[in-house]
């Protein structure tokens, strides 16, 4: 089926076609939508783009709005629909469970939570082997470090700088980027690090990162050496003999950074991390949030390619495709300090959320997405730093599979910031060519490219030429 609308803006790119057809939107017209959204909906639940999109349907990695204008989605609801919009196995499952049994509280056994949790826990190492379930990142991330807490005895945990770990006053002394903090206190007994960031740190090179594209700066590393790498360990340990006790509860880091933009560190940087943190009798965490269920594309989670086995994983977004759950799965030690007096989540692992994700790692598998993240991925990282070598506006390309960052820069020289206003202009362009992306950085500055992982290739070229052409015109303009 071919797209019906043509866009104000002139592009050579073509999208590909698809042949799934959308319902026709029959709910409140556009204008009462943004009423009733003004009125009822919460102010702090922002929208994207100058008139907000009305989407209206899904299906795999595209998106319908209530004109039946389809858009290629990169953003995937914020890094997670995993396996794509309405994926009909996920979709035929949810629908079964929905008409056999949605709830009784972990008071008693259901089935889906038994053959949930053994098959997701067989995709972890020894001794990750022991599950939490509860319904978004942030309430795995906030009972991530109670358990660390009760388990070492201890109080301090160190995060990085521009890491993002949730938005709940717990979890905000974790997240470490201003625009999420309120005037309220959070975070006593948080201490953040400075962020190993190759590109924009004071250190990096060009052999640094886990990632076919590295930076444009020079280094004179010797092949297994990294100056970046070891200057980043000494302000770690430096952080540790400064901010924090002797000993601590832990640490807390994504092993690609999400909001802040598909962050990457040197690639030995967390192995000896950990090594250091464990000195002092902390835990490990890995905030597998966005990097888990295959999206880095070489291992399924994140934490595998810095060949480092944390204490503690912490899993939501991707792993229900949408749908509201995660988990914290950790060893049998660790799980058994909260065991010591109650702990309970109402819907954590219901029926229905167990038997969503027990269908969304079958996708995965036999959709092979993880390897389509590695191709797609690496593919679409190569496309990007072409544009990156022509554009001095580009200033860095970088991440892993599907987990991609596009960092804006004045120019390549000084790496500072675009300004706001440029950025979202491209970003506007790119909507009305048809592409969704997404934003992040401390700045702003950073597109952020996460979609299902079912993408195509041919999508990748369509999505390159339209930005591109997003970016020709914000040349034009600057000129």
């Given amino acids: 089926r071919q797209q019906k609308w043509k866009s104000s803006i002139t592009t050579q790119a073509k999208m590909p076609p698809c042949d799934f057809v959308p319902e026709k939107y029959n709910s409140y017209p556009y204008e009462r939508m943004l009423k009733i959204r003004e009125k009822n909906v919460s102010p702090s639940l922002r929208t994207y783009y100058k008139k907000p999109l009305l989407l209206h349907q899904g299906y795999m990695q595209w998106l319908f709005d209530h004109n039946g204008r389809r858009y290629l989605d990169l953003f995937a609801g914020i890094v997670t629909v995993s396996v794509g919009h309405c994926h009909p196995k996920v979709t035929m499952a949810t629908q079964k469970q929905l008409a056999r049994l949605w709830h009784t509280a972990n008071i008693y056994m259901h089935p889906s939570i038994q053959e949930y949790v053994e098959k997701l826990t067989s995709l972890l190492p020894d001794p990750l082997k022991v599950v939490y ?9 906030d009972l991530a470090m109670f ?12 995060s990085f700088r521009g890491g993002y770990h949730g938005g709940s006053p717990y979890t905000l002394g974790m997240t470490s980027i201003g625009f999420y903090k309120h005037g309220v206190a959070n975070g006593f007994g948080c201490s953040t690090t400075m962020l190993p960031d190759v590109f924009r740190g004071p250190w990096g090179g060009s052999h640094c990162r886990d990632s076919p594209v590295q930076t444009v700066r020079k280094c004179r ?20 003999n400064t901010s924090v006790p002797k000993t601590i509860a832990g640490f807390i880091a994504e092993p690609i950074q999400g909001v802040n933009g598909a962050v990457q560190y040197p690639r ?8 250091l ?16 269920f295959g999206r880095t594309g070489s291992h399924f989670w994140g934490f595998e390619t810095h060949d480092v086995v944390p204490d503690i994983v912490t899993v939501a977004k991707g792993i229900g495709n949408g749908f509201p759950m995660a988990a914290v799965v950790t060893t049998k030690e660790i799980a058994g300090s909260l065991a010591q007096n109650l702990h309970f989540n109402t819907f954590g692992g219901n029926a229905v959320a167990c038997a969503v994700g027990a269908a969304v790692l079958d996708a995965i598998e036999e959709d092979g997405l993880q390897k389509n993240s590695e191709d797609v991925g690496t593919y679409m990282l190569l496309e990007l730093a072409k544009l990156r070598d022509k554009f001095e506006v580009i200033g860095d390309v970088r991440g892993k599979g599907l987990m991609i960052g596009v960092e804006m820069v004045t120019d390549k020289d000084s790496r500072h910031p675009l300004p706001t206003e440029e950025i979202n202009q491209i970003w506007e362009d790119c909507k009305d060519m048809g592409v969704l992306i997404g934003k992040g950085g401390l700045y702003g500055q950073t597109f952020r490219i996460k979609p299902p992982m079912c993408i195509t290739k041919e999508d990748v070229d369509f999505a390159v030429e339209v930005f591109h052409s997003a970016l020709e015109r914000h040349m034009k303009r600057a000129a």
């Avoid at 379930?133 to 991330?141: D, H, I, K, P, V």
């Avoid at 590393?221 to 540790?240: I, P, S, W």
């Fill in 133 to 141: 379930l509860t319904n978004s990142g942030s309430e795995a991330n």
């Fill in 147 to 158: 358990m660390a807490r009760l388990y070492t005895r201890n109080f301090d945990i160190i």
């Fill in 221 to 240: 590393c010797a092949e297994g050496v990294c100056h970046a790498n070891d200057q980043y360990l000494e302000q770690f340990k430096d952080t540790l």
């Fill in 268 to 275: 030995n940087f967390l192995k000896e991390a950990y090594r």
């Fill in 277 to 292: 943190v464990r000195e002092r009798g902390g835990v490990c965490i890995s905030d597998e949030v966005q990097t888990g």
